[in-house]
């Protein structure tokens, strides 16, 4: 497992208050998305403890730290922290101990605060961490929102996949990435396509060289992140291969173990990519909300058949 991600980066993120400022948070990292509220541990029971995992003390765990005598309270802040955790988050912007923080400091652990209430801050610390530790690879295509549907646009260098990109956009819809597309894989049903930062909002046009699409279509015609629901292959027209003209079958393409609707897409002058796309992402969606043109039209001829004999 790599690096994971720093606390540098979840205290900015979250809005986190550091209490600790004597311990440096630029080389710790958490490597695991999942959260531990440690009140067995603070009854005393180590025995499975998840100690990889960011520690957060909430109003229970809070109000019964508070009822154990000093010498207990003391015995059970150095066995916490004697398991290298992370780091230790109070919610609701609970006041932790002096003596946790001096503790805390020498043990070299962070201990830091939020406002938020225990449920929703893990909530948004859990989908937030989710999405920055997924397994994640890079691909060459174009990632595109139409009518918020993630279409990642994939085929042979040059074939034209960054101008049909830019004809969506001119047609309103929003550009992810141009050229490598970072997928993650969030749950078993959903991958999360974005882009490096350096090559964010940027599309590379041959003959013209990079067009920086944030500036000169507005900020609406971007955005950074975008599930990637559909895949469409861009491939030259051969007149030897027979191409799917009902689809009443769906093929899929496969990605980090994820399965994505795939159509691959013969390129011959006078097609406009752009269109085949916007009709591709609508028909998707008719298909996720129940309605399959293709089996609409195999019952018609079904129906006309048997109304024949």
Known sequence: MGQGVSLKEIVEKMNLKNLTPDVDLVEKYVQVPDINRPALQLSGYFD???????????????????????????KMYDELLSHKIPCLIFSRALEPDQELLEKATQADTPVLITQKSTSSFMAELIRWMNVKLAPCISIHGV????????????GESGIGKSEAALELIKRGHRLVTDDVVEIRKVSDDTLVGSAPDITRHFIELRGIGIVDVKSMFGVQSVRETQNID???TLEDWSREKEYDRLGLEETYTEFLGNKVVCHNIPIRPGRNLAIIVESAAVNHRQKQMGYNAAQELYKRVQNSLTKRK
Do not use: C, W
């Open 48 to 74: 499975h403890f998840d100690s990889d995992r960011v520690q957060v003390i909430g109003y229970v765990e809070y109000t019964y730290l508070q009822t154990l005598e000093e010498a207990k309270k003391m």
């Open 143 to 154: 990632l595109v929102d139409v009518y918020g549907v993630g279409v990642l646009i994939m």
């Open 230 to 232: 559909l895949v469409i």
